[in-house]
């Protein structure tokens, strides 16, 4: 009876194995615990899934399922088989397309070019309509790099969609933002990244919920050459570039509030924070803010070592008759720039703090900055203040 007992039961145990081993054909076991749970979370629109899965060519079988196993539950109930076919059709089009492509990793292509959505925003059939856009401006390109920077420098001309706070919501797909000709910085941001997956170049969004001095929020864009990750942004500065590392450099590793994010398909140890909306936590992302404020401190080393770096302190006043006092101070964002370009920034000490509690910013020596701040009337004021060599400062008033 024993026996008979364990000869029914490893019958059973191999069918249901046999069963799960040809349930998804052609697809890596890896992948099949992570489609049966998206099958039942998916509902009555698991037959869409399944004929994608189905249909895919034998080499997009495993981006096929990759894609679903990471899908957001909101995307398992919606997404039709022909968005997905084509989507990952078109993606592998630009593979063999774009040599730079054709060197990337599956891990890195399955999670950085392949995904149609990098966060929560509408689903637009996008990739093949900026896969056309694009390659005219990365065909002649010989490398990945020349490739981003030519994506950069024309996309604004290419969409003609600028910032603009006048957007009719912060998380704009990519063609809301077109329609309006105006986004947030995360849909500038979702713009910039989608055409760089469409055109092969694996890119993903990056930002912090809110600056370190609670000036507000930023996102901007990552995108992937030979092994490391490089910030960019839609208004191009060059890679590993821009006005608000100073401020990246300062962000808090272990403050939900002040820390770095990247975006991610699959899970990367915790979630891409939306300050649009804090109810969905289903938007995977990895904590970078170690590797942002590395950034930050090997940029100042080396201006430092070149001996052309000074402070320059900020303080707000009430009004021009300030005596100088703790309680005559006003903390207020100001911004600063060098020319067009948007150098730093922060929080000016208010009448609580220390007298000793300063604004500093490292500037650049022998150069004029423009400090840009709302005055006592909500009205947006600049001051030009020259900086020399030494440390200088600066004293700015609400009225």
């Known amino acids: 009876m024993t026996h008979l007992f364990f000869r029914l039961f490893f019958v059973i145990a191999g069918m249901g194995l046999l ?48 894609l679903i196993a990471h899908m957001p539950e909101t995307d398992l109930k919606e997404m039709k088989s022909a968005f997905l076919l084509e989507n990952v059709a078109t993606a592998y089009m630009a593979r063999e397309k774009f040599e730079w492509a054709k060197e990337i990793p599956d891990s890195i292509f399955f999670n950085d070019v392949l995904p149609y959505a990098s966060m929560n925003e509408r689903r637009d059939n996008w990739r093949a309509d900026f896969m056309n856009r694009f390659t005219v401006y990365v065909e002649g390109c010989s490398d990945i790099k020349s490739a981003i920077d030519s994506v950069n420098k024309h996309i604004r001309d290419e969409l003609k969609v600028d910032y603009n706070t006048r957007r009719k919501k912060p998380d704009q797909s990519p063609y ?11 849909g500038l941001s979702i713009l910039l990244t989608d055409a760089f997956r469409a055109v092969g170049i694996p890119s993903r969004i990056a930002g912090t919920p809110n600056w370190h001095d609670n000036r507000g929020n930023h996102n901007w864009n990552e995108v992937w050459i030979d092994g490391q990750w490089y910030f960019t942004e839609y208004y191009p500065s060059g890679l590993n570039q821009s006005w608000f590392l100073a401020d990246a450099g300062k962000a808090t590793p272990d403050d939900a509030t002040h820390a770095i994010y990247a975006t991610s398909w699959k899970p990367a140890g915790t979630i891409f924070p939306l300050v649009w909306d804090s109810t969905i936590t289903w938007v995977n992302g990895e904590n970078v803010t170690l590797r942002y ?39 207020v964002n100001v911004d600063i720039f060098s020319g067009p370009d948007q150098i730093g920034g922060g929080r000016t000490a208010g009448p609580t703090q220390d007298m000793n509690d300063v604004l500093e910013i490292k500037v650049e020596k022998n150069k004029t900055y423009k400090l840009l701040y709302q005055n006592a009337k909500q009205q947006l004021h600049t001051e030009e203040f020259p900086v020399g060599d030494e440390p200088a400062t600066v004293k700015l008033f609400m009225e």
């Open 293 to 331: 404020i590395d950034i930050y401190n090997q940029e100042n080393k080396k201006k430092e070592q070149e001996g052309n770096m000074t402070i320059l302190k900020v303080m707000m006043f009430k009004n021009k008759a300030c005596t100088l006092q703790g309680d005559d101070r006003v903390a």
């Open 19 to 66: 069963a799960s081993c040809t349930s998804y054909p052609g697809i890596p076991a890896s992948y099949h615990q992570m489609l049966d749970q998206a099958m039942v979370k998916a509902g009555i629109n698991a037959t869409e899934l399944k004929q994608a899965l189905n249909e895919a060519p034998a080499q997009q079988k495993e981006a096929m399922a990759f």
């Open 176 to 186: 809301e933002s077109m329609e309006q000709g105006m986004a947030s910085c995360s």
